[in-house]
């Protein structure tokens, strides 16, 4: 499970997703509204975690923007704005749960353990790239119907790409993709593992091509002559 956590106060952050971590979550952290918007386009998440007070806005703008994406995606927000009148108001812009801080983690965790358990309403896309398909839920690749196991880096970036296939993707974006919002990571580590995926894509039969655009990010496209196999 990929969660999306989006809070300003570092200790809270950390805490949370520390113990995200521990309960085997994947989590991209944000501080802020405009993080979360980039992270939210970058890739799929299946939750979004979501404080109000942001030093860019109320939080809650999110969740219109969140469902833009993602029609079904879980909210729960998190909020020191405890009144009566806040968590309704919480309910009515859409988050599926709502908890006041300061809160145990463990009554978190059950709160997601209830959310991921409803049936998700409309199933994750599934992008086609020639004879390429990724798919958004189950998280997976196929050439030609034939799985294609691709390890975690190039997978996440992957992901980044068929998300916005036939567009460019920005070099930033990708970065988050792979190495999440908080790791430091050297620039050309990106451009390494692009050449590892377009290597494991072209063994496997993909007829897709990751074109460069100098200076500015990747492009995932199908290979516009391909030949059958
Ligand atoms: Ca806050």
Same mark, same amino acid.
């Given at each position: 499970?990929?969660?999306?956590?989006?809070?300003?106060?570092?200790?809270?952050?950390? %805490?949370?997703?520390?113990?995200? +971590?521990?309960?085997?979550?994947?989590?991209?952290?944000?501080?802020?509204?405009? +993080?979360?918007?980039?992270?939210?386009?970058?890739?799929?998440?299946?939750?979004?975690?979501?404080?109000?007070?942001?030093?860019?806005?109320?939080?809650?703008?999110?969740?219109?923007?969140?469902?833009?994406?993602?029609?079904?995606?879980?909210?729960?927000?998190?909020?020191?704005? *405890?009144?009566?009148?806040?968590?309704?108001?919480?309910?009515?812009?859409?988050?599926?749960?709502?908890?006041?801080?300061?809160?145990?983690i463990?009554?978190?965790?059950?709160?997601?353990?209830?959310?991921?358990?409803?049936?998700?309403?409309?199933?994750?896309?599934?992008?086609? =790239?020639?004879?390429?398909?990724?798919?958004?839920?189950?998280?997976?690749?196929?050439?030609?119907?034939?799985?294609?196991?691709l390890?975690?880096?190039?997978?996440?970036?992957?992901? %980044?790409?068929?998300?916005?296939? *036939?567009?460019?993707?920005?070099?930033?974006?990708?970065?988050e993709?792979?190495?999440?919002?908080?790791?430091? =990571?050297?620039?050309?580590?990106?451009?390494?593992?692009?050449?590892?995926?377009?290597?494991?894509?072209?063994? *496997?039969?993909? +007829?897709?091509?990751i +074109?460069?655009?100098?200076?500015?990010?990747?492009?995932?496209?199908?290979?516009?002559?391909?030949?059958?196999?």
């Amino acid at each position: 499970m990929r969660i999306l956590l989006v809070e300003d106060e570092p200790e809270m952050a950390e %805490a949370l997703q520390g113990a995200l +971590h521990r309960h085997g979550m994947l989590v991209d952290l944000a501080g802020d509204i405009a +993080h979360a918007t980039e992270a939210l386009q970058s890739r799929v998440h299946d939750l979004l975690l979501l404080d109000r007070q942001l030093p860019d806005g109320d939080g809650a703008t999110l969740v219109a923007k969140a469902r833009a994406v993602h029609v079904d995606l879980p909210v729960i927000m998190l909020t020191a704005r *405890g009144t009566l009148t806040d968590r309704i108001q919480g309910l009515d812009l859409g988050a599926d749960d709502y908890l006041v801080k300061p809160f145990a983690i463990e009554e978190l965790l059950a709160r997601i353990r209830a959310i991921s358990r409803r049936p998700a309403q409309i199933a994750l896309p599934v992008a086609s =790239i020639g004879n390429l398909r990724y798919d958004f839920g189950a998280r997976e690749v196929f050439v030609d119907g034939e799985r294609l196991r691709l390890q975690r880096r190039q997978l996440l970036l992957l992901e %980044a790409l068929a998300y916005r296939h *036939g567009r460019t993707v920005q070099r930033e974006v990708l970065q988050e993709a792979v190495y999440g919002f908080d790791d430091a =990571i050297q620039s050309n580590a990106l451009d390494a593992h692009v050449s590892k995926l377009r290597r494991v894509l072209t063994e *496997g039969g993909a +007829h897709v091509e990751i +074109h460069v655009i100098r200076g500015v990010g990747y492009l995932l496209r199908e290979v516009a002559n391909a030949s059958p196999r």
